[in-house]
């Protein structure tokens, strides 16, 4: 089945603790991006990825780091998470870059951090 | 820079019919996507417009005006499981980034 997968779906952690968010997806897309979702402001990208180590900042970068070392993940870091990355977190993929095509989006990781 | 304008909440009857507006001012433009958005869930594809006019899927249409920066997502035979957030987003020219509006919770009413 054609998918994007995201773990975990659910955190809890405590302020300055290290965490990663893993993505993978395995339609091969070229283009993967992070987004996150907070009440009232709607769906807001964090990074994208055109291709195999070629990453981008996208509105709301600050706080975070990504890599992909490989076309199918794109792990989502969080060197030191503080309260304000509170929030629902999307990982989502398309099948090119050059040519726009509807992104397909993982099931949402709830990060909570105190 | 990118403005996506969508009311923030509509409510309307199970059969009836619809009109969520999206209005855009944003300084690259490629397309306009339109997504659903059950609570708790991941956004699904509704429709992607390019050209000017209506494009019509089963009960959803989407319709783009480029020259007023406008576009409309039409939802006929209203039914209960159509209650979601609608989420319009902009693709930018060159930009390899799709922006989105705050998104409008349509709630279906028997």
């Known amino acids: 089945e054609a998918q994007v997968t995201q773990n975990p779906r659910y955190l809890i952690t405590v302020t300055g603790k290290k965490l990663t968010v893993t993505c993978s997806q395995n339609?091969?897309?070229?283009?993967m991006s992070w987004y996150r979702q907070d009440p009232g402001l709607g769906l807001r990208q964090i990074y994208y990825?055109?291709?195999?180590?070629?990453?981008d900042k996208g509105d709301v970068p600050e706080g975070y780091k990504v890599s992909r070392k490989e076309k199918r993940n794109f792990p989502l870091i969080l060197e030191s998470p503080s309260p304000n990355q509170t929030s629902l977190y999307f990982c989502?993929?398309?099948?090119?870059?050059?040519?726009?095509?509807?992104?397909?989006f993982g099931p949402g990781t709830r990060l909570t951090v105190t | 820079g990118q403005n996506i304008d969508q009311p923030t909440e509509m409510t309307a009857t199970e059969g009836a019919i619809v009109q969520i507006n999206c209005t855009y001012q944003?300084?690259?433009?490629?397309?306009l996507f339109w997504y659903q958005q059950h609570a708790g869930e991941a956004p699904t594809f509704l429709s992607y417009?390019?050209?000017?006019g209506l494009e019509e899927k089963g009960r959803f249409s989407s319709f783009l005006s480029r020259s007023k920066g406008y576009s409309y997502l039409l939802l006929k035979e209203l039914q209960m499981k159509d209650s979601a957030s609608y989420l319009c987003?902009?693709?930018?020219?060159?930009?390899?980034?799709?922006?989105f509006g705050k998104g409008t919770k349509l709630s279906v009413i028997p």
């Open positions: 989502a993929s398309s099948l090119k870059v050059t040519e726009t095509y509807e992104q397909y």
């Open positions: 339609m091969n897309h070229e283009y």
């Open positions: 990825s055109m291709n195999v180590e070629v990453t």
């Open positions: 944003t300084s690259g433009f490629n397309g």
């Open positions: 417009n390019v050209l000017d």
């Open positions: 987003a902009v693709d930018g020219a060159g930009s390899y980034q799709l922006t």
